[in-house]
C-alpha cells in the first residue's frame, strides 16, 4: 500500500509539471499581437488590434476594412470642411470657422469610436440597459448619416442641383459602405462569441512501472480518494522493521484468570470413611497370652 501511494503521488507530480508548458504555449499565442493599418500604404499609421491572433482571421480583415473606411471619411470632411471654410473667409464669411470646428471634430469623434471599437473588442461605450458596445455605436452614427444624405439627394434631384446631387451621391456611397461592413464586422464577432470552445483532447497517460522483488507493479494515474480518520485507522500498515531486531520477538500474551462466584466446599466425613482410615485396634485376648 505504501508502495502504490508513493507510484502514485510521483505519476501526479509529472502530469503537473506538464501543465504550465502547455498553459505557456497558449499564452504566448493569444499575446501575439494584431496591429492594423489606417490606411492603404505599405509604411502607414497602425493600430493594436484587441482580438489576437488565434482568432477568426475575417475578424482582423473586416477591422481593417472597417477602420480605412473610418479613416477616409474623417478626411472626406476634413478637406470639404477646409474648402468651404475658405470659400466663406474669401467672401468675408467668417461664422464658417465654427462649422469648421464642430464638424471636423464631430468626424474625428466618429473615427476614433471605431478604432476605440477593435481596441477594446466592441467593450461597453455607456451604461444603458443595452450595453451596446463601440461599435455599435460607431454603426448607428453611420447609418444615420446615410440616410441624412440620402434625403439630401432627393432634395437635389427635385431641385435640379446637379453638383449638389454628385456631392451627396459620393458622400451616401461612403456612408453606406462604412455602416454595412461595421454590419458584417458585429455579425463576425457575436457569431465567434457565441460560438463553443473547441479544445484540444487530452493527451493519455502512459503508466509507469515498477519492479519490486522481480513482480512488476503498474502504477496508474487515478484520483486519490481525500482520507478520513476512519479510513486511516483503516489502513494503517506497521513499518517493515529490520531483522534480527529485539521488536521481532513475539510478546506473551496473558490470558486474563477466570473467576468463579460460587465457592466449592470439600465433603464432609461420614463415621465409615474415618472407620476406613482409622481401623480398631484388637484388644488383647487372654486366650492368646500364655498361661
Known amino acids: 500500500c505504501v508502495l502504490k501511494k508513493k507510484c502514485l503521488l510521483q505519476e501526479r507530480m509529472v502530469v503537473e509539471s506538464s501543465l504550465p508548458r502547455a498553459t505557456e504555449a497558449s499564452t504566448s499565442c493569444e499575446a501575439t499581437p494584431v496591429y492594423i493599418q489606417l490606411v492603404p500604404f505599405e509604411h502607414g499609421f497602425v493600430v493594436a488590434s484587441g482580438y489576437a491572433a488565434d482568432d477568426d482571421p475575417e475578424i482582423h480583415r473586416l477591422s481593417r476594412i472597417v477602420l480605412q473606411l473610418a479613416v477616409a471619411n474623417f478626411a472626406m470632411a476634413f478637406f470639404t470642411q477646409m474648402v468651404v471654410l475658405v470659400s466663406d473667409m474669401i467672401a468675408g464669411k467668417y461664422v464658417s470657422v465654427v462649422s469648421f470646428i464642430f464638424w471636423v471634430a464631430f468626424a474625428y469623434y466618429v473615427m476614433w469610436l471605431g478604432i476605440r471599437g477593435v481596441k477594446t473588442r466592441n467593450e461597453a461605450c455607456c451604461h444603458c440597459d443595452h450595453e ?160
Open 132 to 291: 451596446c458596445g463601440y461599435l455599435e455605436a460607431f454603426r448607428a452614427v453611420y447609418v444615420f448619416l446615410a440616410c441624412l444624405r440620402a434625403i439630401l439627394l432627393i432634395v437635389s434631384i427635385v431641385f435640379f442641383h446637379v453638383t449638389e446631387f454628385f456631392f451627396n451621391l459620393l458622400f451616401l456611397v461612403l456612408f453606406a459602405a462604412t455602416a454595412d461592413y461595421a454590419r458584417r464586422l458585429l455579425d463576425v464577432i457575436h457569431r465567434s462569441d457565441s460560438a463553443p470552445v473547441v479544445r484540444a483532447p487530452a493527451a493519455p497517460s502512459t503508466p509507469s512501472t515498477t519492479t519490486t522483488r522481480g513482480v512488476p507493479a503498474r502504477a496508474t494515474v487515478d484520483t486519490v480518494p481525500m482520507a478520513t480518520a476512519r479510513s486511516l485507522d483503516d489502513d494503517v500498515v506497521d513499518p517493515p522493521r529490520a531483522a534480527g531486531s529485539g521488536d521481532d520477538e513475539e510478546q506473551p500474551t496473558v490470558a486474563p484468570a477466570e473467576t468463579t462466584t460460587t465457592s466449592e466446599r470439600p465433603p464432609r466425613a461420614t463415621d465409615d470413611d474415618l472407620d476406613d482410615e482409622n481401623p480398631p485396634s484388637k484388644a488383647p485376648n487372654a486366650a492368646d497370652d500364655g498361661v
